[in-house]
């Protein structure tokens, strides 16, 4: 007989996205939960796909990645940010964002060490931290108040977290559940604190390019200083519509990509090849970004527009394809329990804001939020929005 297992993750169950994309499928609600949309990358992107796999692009790419492709995203990142990494040494394309997180800190974090994450936190950061032996320090973003009804984060909070013992601040913007982007004061207020305490900056940019009303993203690696101390991440499941191809990358200086690459080599050695074919080509020869920024901002104003009709009350949103509602004028107390009620009986899944703390239970992870996806079809929204009226007859009194 097997000896009893200790868990690494005594806490970790399933996570709340594939527990509301089930929960959606069982009771056949449009879900709005889990971050994927319902139409495809463009024609031309599976065109090349297809063409690379019939040209024979079906055996394994290098490990750190097809060459042109990482050149094509030294070329992208430069264009953007200003910062040349060199495709040789300091690009690794990776299985989705989620794997380049994950190799970033399991190379990177020590038994010990310690790893800052701002709440509301995306759910991969803390156990991945836990597997590498470190802890995560959590600092609370100001939740949304009466008279600014946004989110924001105080850098001074996030100062005051980091000890000698800490190894990494983990970055997410533009910010996933609450559609935050950096501004040039985060960025002034990020060099401030880099110059005091040289840390690491592991950098979420997994949204890069879905940012809206004229603003751009600023990337930590726009400024050379920072550029220094960050892995940058992203995925190219969020910009070409293709969350199921599981492919993205992260850039770091060469002697942090050195390690990154030794985690990376034993987690999955390399990604998909014709993906990358594909990938590589479609962004010489489209313009494969510039469109994202119109595209998703009809589809937040839309979804905006149509909430007016329910209860639950838009917070403002800088980017990301997530809007978060306020539904405190719903009688109820934990997030999660409206966001179940609510796939059962109006037939729409949300992702409840707490998930994303690290005690979803407690008073101070509910602030009576809901996360919904607009990365839907105009047909979906609308839909989803009808159901969403019916919230009226909840209202107390
Ligand atoms: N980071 C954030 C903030 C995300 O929202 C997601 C999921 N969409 C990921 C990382 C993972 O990206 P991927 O699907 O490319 O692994
Ligand atoms: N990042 C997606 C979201 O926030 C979910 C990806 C996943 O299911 N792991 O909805």
């Given at each position: 007989m097997l000896n009893p297992l200790s868990s690494k993750l005594p806490d970790i169950g399933g996570t709340i996205f594939a527990e509301m994309s089930a929960l959606a499928q069982e009771c056949q609600a449009i879900n709005l939960g889990q971050g994927f949309p319902d139409y495809s990358p463009p024609d031309a992107l599976i065109q090349a796909v297809v063409e690379a796999m019939a040209q024979g692009h079906n055996q394994y790419a290098p490990m750190a990645g097809l060459l042109q492709l990482r050149q094509a995203i030294a070329s992208k990142v430069e264009t953007q940010h200003g910062h040349a990494y060199s495709a040789e040494s300091e690009i690794t394309v990776t299985a989705g964002a989620t794997e380049a997180l994950m190799s970033s800190l399991l190379a990177l974090v020590h038994p010990t060490d310690e790893v800052v994450l701002i709440d509301p936190a995306y759910d991969l950061y803390a156990p991945s931290i836990s597997l590498a032996g470190g802890k995560a320090v959590r600092v609370p973003m100001r939740p949304p108040e009466k008279d600014d009804p946004s989110f924001r984060v105080d850098w001074n909070r996030v100062e005051a977290a980091i000890t000698k013992n800490t190894r990494m601040l983990v970055l997410n913007f533009p910010h996933n559940p609450t559609g935050l982007i950096l501004k040039t004061e985060d960025l002034d207020a990020l060099e401030v604190l880099i110059r005091k305490h040289p840390v690491l900056l592991l950098s979420d940019e997994a949204y890069e390019h879905i940012v809206f009303d004229g603003q751009i993203h600023l990337s930590p690696v726009s400024r050379p200083l920072l550029a220094e101390h960050t892995v940058l991440v992203s995925s190219f499941g969020k910009t070409f519509h293709a969350t199921g191809w599981k492919t993205g990358y992260c850039c770091a200086p060469h002697h942090v990509m050195r390690e990154i690459r030794k985690v990376h080599q034993f987690t999955v050695f390399s990604v998909s090849t014709p993906m990358q074919a594909g990938i590589s080509r479609y962004l010489r020869e489209s313009d494969a970004v510039s469109g994202l920024p119109g595209f998703y901002q009809k589809k937040r104003d839309r979804l905006i527009a149509g909430l007016k009709n329910?209860?639950?009350?838009?917070?403002?949103?800088?980017?990301?394809?997530?809007?978060?509602?306020?539904?405190?004028?719903?009688?109820?107390?934990?997030?999660?329990?409206?966001?179940?009620?609510?796939?059962?009986?109006?037939?729409v899944a949300s992702i409840p804001v707490s998930a994303f703390y690290p005690d979803p239970g407690s008073s101070s992870a509910n602030h009576h939020l809901l996360r919904l996806c607009f990365a839907k079809k105009d047909a979906t929204l609308d839909e989803a929005l009808e159901r969403l009226e019916g919230l009226k007859a909840w209202l107390p009194g």
């Amino acid at each position: 007989m097997l000896n009893p297992l200790s868990s690494k993750l005594p806490d970790i169950g399933g996570t709340i996205f594939a527990e509301m994309s089930a929960l959606a499928q069982e009771c056949q609600a449009i879900n709005l939960g889990q971050g994927f949309p319902d139409y495809s990358p463009p024609d031309a992107l599976i065109q090349a796909v297809v063409e690379a796999m019939a040209q024979g692009h079906n055996q394994y790419a290098p490990m750190a990645g097809l060459l042109q492709l990482r050149q094509a995203i030294a070329s992208k990142v430069e264009t953007q940010h200003g910062h040349a990494y060199s495709a040789e040494s300091e690009i690794t394309v990776t299985a989705g964002a989620t794997e380049a997180l994950m190799s970033s800190l399991l190379a990177l974090v020590h038994p010990t060490d310690e790893v800052v994450l701002i709440d509301p936190a995306y759910d991969l950061y803390a156990p991945s931290i836990s597997l590498a032996g470190g802890k995560a320090v959590r600092v609370p973003m100001r939740p949304p108040e009466k008279d600014d009804p946004s989110f924001r984060v105080d850098w001074n909070r996030v100062e005051a977290a980091i000890t000698k013992n800490t190894r990494m601040l983990v970055l997410n913007f533009p910010h996933n559940p609450t559609g935050l982007i950096l501004k040039t004061e985060d960025l002034d207020a990020l060099e401030v604190l880099i110059r005091k305490h040289p840390v690491l900056l592991l950098s979420d940019e997994a949204y890069e390019h879905i940012v809206f009303d004229g603003q751009i993203h600023l990337s930590p690696v726009s400024r050379p200083l920072l550029a220094e101390h960050t892995v940058l991440v992203s995925s190219f499941g969020k910009t070409f519509h293709a969350t199921g191809w599981k492919t993205g990358y992260c850039c770091a200086p060469h002697h942090v990509m050195r390690e990154i690459r030794k985690v990376h080599q034993f987690t999955v050695f390399s990604v998909s090849t014709p993906m990358q074919a594909g990938i590589s080509r479609y962004l010489r020869e489209s313009d494969a970004v510039s469109g994202l920024p119109g595209f998703y901002q009809k589809k937040r104003d839309r979804l905006i527009a149509g909430l007016k009709n329910t209860p639950l009350r838009p917070l403002h949103a800088e980017g990301t394809f997530f809007l978060l509602v306020d539904a405190s004028a719903l009688d109820f107390k934990l997030e999660k329990e409206l966001a179940i009620r609510l796939t059962h009986e109006i037939g729409v899944a949300s992702i409840p804001v707490s998930a994303f703390y690290p005690d979803p239970g407690s008073s101070s992870a509910n602030h009576h939020l809901l996360r919904l996806c607009f990365a839907k079809k105009d047909a979906t929204l609308d839909e989803a929005l009808e159901r969403l009226e019916g919230l009226k007859a909840w209202l107390p009194g």
